[in-house]
Every structure is written in C-alpha cells, then in structure tokens.
Antibody, heavy 121, light 107 residues
Framework: QVQLQESGPGLVKPSETLSLTCTVSGGSISSYYWSWIRQPAGKGLEWIGRIYTSGSTNYNPSLKSRVTMSVDTSKNQFSLKLSSVTAADTAVYYC???????????????WGQGTMVTVSS | DIQMTQSPSTLSASVGDRVTITCRASQSISSWLAWYQQKPGKAPKLLIYKASSLESGVPSRFSGSGSGTEFTLTISSLQPDDFATYYCQQYNSYLWTFGQGTKVEIK
C-alpha cells in the first residue's frame, strides 16, 4: 500500500529556509495532488498547499509569499520550502495525498507520520 | 476563505454512548466535507469523505451526514479506541480549511 515519509532538518534558524521532502513508496506519485499540512503543538491543522505531478500548485494565501513546492517524479518525491521562518512556523509538518480530483472524491486519504520542525537559534 | 466551526470543542462521554459532533461551514460546500480522527503523536486518519462516505476499514459505528453548511459526525456506540480528537475539513474550494477540532474525553 502507498506510504508517505517526511524527511528534513528538525531545527531551522530564524530567517532561514525550512526544507522538507516527502517520499512516496508502494505506489506511483503520478496523477495525484500532494499536500503539505502543519500543526503547531496543541493546536489545529493548517493546509499549506499542494502540488500536482505536472508541477501545478495551489498555496494557502497566508503563506504564499514564502512557500515553494516542487515534485520529482523520477524519485517519487515532492518537496516543501518555506522561507524566512520565525518561531510561529514551529510545528509538526505532514505530507498527505490529496484525492479530491480523483474519481473517489476523497480528501487527504494517506498521510505521512509527520516531522517536527523547530525554529530556534 | 471558508471558515469551519466545530461544536463542541470538548465532549465528555462514556463507553457505549452515542456521540454527535457538528461542523458548520461559513458558506455552502455542497458535500465536500471530510472527517478525521487524530490520536496524540499520530497523523490524522480519514474516517468520512464526501460528507457521508465511510473510508475503507473504518468501523461502521462511524457515520456522517449533512450538506451545504451543516454536517454531523456520529459515533453510534463509543468504544475505548475512539477517545481522540476529531477534525472536519472542507475541500470544496481553495483553500482547504479545517475545523478547530473536537476532543472526545472519557467521562
């Protein structure tokens, strides 16, 4: 079955760029949208944005100026870059498969386990 | 942005209770509503999609209903494994947004 795994630094300095990668295993990355979602400790879920395997993206307007997503179909991976981070960006970051546009009409049906990113000097 | 409001924020219940959680959208989202269950330290798990479709492998005691702006998640007989936080999410129009969550606690 399809599984997702996030990877990247757990500690990022303020004003620097947070970079995470999500590796898709057990299936192809093609023909799906792939999203990033984050959750500060003890708080709710915030959708960051999504990317299609063609490279087409949709970003949360509140983060759009700082977010860049990319996809590498040859490696079955997609990535998130968030620039100029502050302590407010400290959160668990999840990658997820977004099946809204498939025949099933599902939402986020497969999630990674999440990775904690702390912004601190 | 479409705002999603869940009620209650916290719910105390006993094993065997029937539990209902409500989610309201600030504008119509048709049936593009999903429900997730999240346990501490774990990723959310999809329970219900398109307002009332049960995800494969999810126990039938979970059900969803509603359309437009009002939705409910019902657990027909609460089990020990169901104590968790539940989130609704709209995926009708960008951007996707979540409710603030409902924590189901042991009474």
């Amino acid at each position: 079955q399809v599984q997702l795994q996030e990877s990247g630094p757990g500690l990022v300095k303020p004003s620097e760029t947070l970079s995470l990668t999500c590796t898709v295993s057990g299936g192809s990355i093609s023909s799906y949208y792939w999203s990033w979602i984050r959750q500060p400790a003890g708080k709710g879920l915030e959708w960051i944005g999504r990317i299609y395997t063609s490279g087409s993206t949709n970003y949360n307007p509140s983060l759009k100026s700082r977010v860049t997503m990319s996809v590498d179909t040859s490696k079955n991976q997609f990535s998130l870059k968030l620039s100029s981070v502050t302590a407010a960006d400290t959160a668990v970051y999840y990658c997820a498969r977004d099946s809204r546009s498939t025949g099933s009409g599902k939402a986020f049906d497969i999630w990674g386990q999440g990775t904690m990113v702390t912004v601190s000097s | 942005d479409i705002q999603m409001t869940q009620s209650p924020s916290t719910l105390s219940a006993s094993v065997g209770d029937r539990v209902t959680i409500t989610c309201r959208a600030s504008q119509s989202i048709s049936s593009w509503l999903a429900w997730y269950q999240q346990k501490p330290g774990k990723a959310p798990k999809l329970l219900i999609y398109k307002a009332s479709s049960l995800e494969s492998g999810v126990p039938s005691r979970f059900s969803g209903s509603g359309s437009g702006t009002e939705f409910t998640l019902t657990i027909s007989s609460l089990q020990p494994d169901d104590f968790a936080t539940y989130y609704c999410q709209q995926y009708n129009s960008y951007l996707w947004t979540f409710g603030q969550g409902t924590k189901v606690e042991i009474k």
